[in-house]
């Protein structure tokens, strides 16, 4: 009869320590050169359907900020002067007010 050998008992590892890793630093903000107003229709961007994300228009790293003194009418997307905008994206929720309409999607 062959007997198998049987191994010593393996001894517990100690845990390994936490190591929180440095994070590196936030990147620059981009800044652009807006162009003068007199110049916003030579730009075929001003005159498309520019199509965009939710994640572009909301957050900290929203793309799309409204030019001054235009009331609102006038975009500014990565620096290039936009009026026709269209949202993409999938409606998950939303909630009616007497004055608007807030959805959430993904």
């Known amino acids: 009869m062959s007997s198998t050998p ?3 008992p393996t001894p517990a590892l100690p845990p390994a320590p936490r190591v929180t890793p440095e994070l590196p ?3 620059p903000r981009v800044t652009f050169e807006l162009p003068p107003s007199s110049e916003w229709g030579q730009d075929p961007l001003f005159f498309a359907h520019v199509k965009l ?3 572009e228009v909301v957050g900290e790293d929203a793309v799309l900020h409204p ?3 235009t009331n ?3 975009h500014f997307y990565r ?3 936009a009026r026709k905008f269209e949202m993409m994206g ?3 929720t939303f909630k009616m007010a007497n004055t608007k309409t ?3 999607g993904a």
């Open 90 to 92: 999938y409606v998950v």
């Open 25 to 27: 630093p936030p990147a």
């Open 67 to 69: 030019a001054n003194g």
């Open 102 to 104: 807030i959805f959430t």
């Open 53 to 55: 994300a939710v994640c």
């Open 79 to 81: 620096g290039r002067p």
């Open 6 to 8: 049987t191994l010593p």
């Open 72 to 74: 609102g009418s006038v």
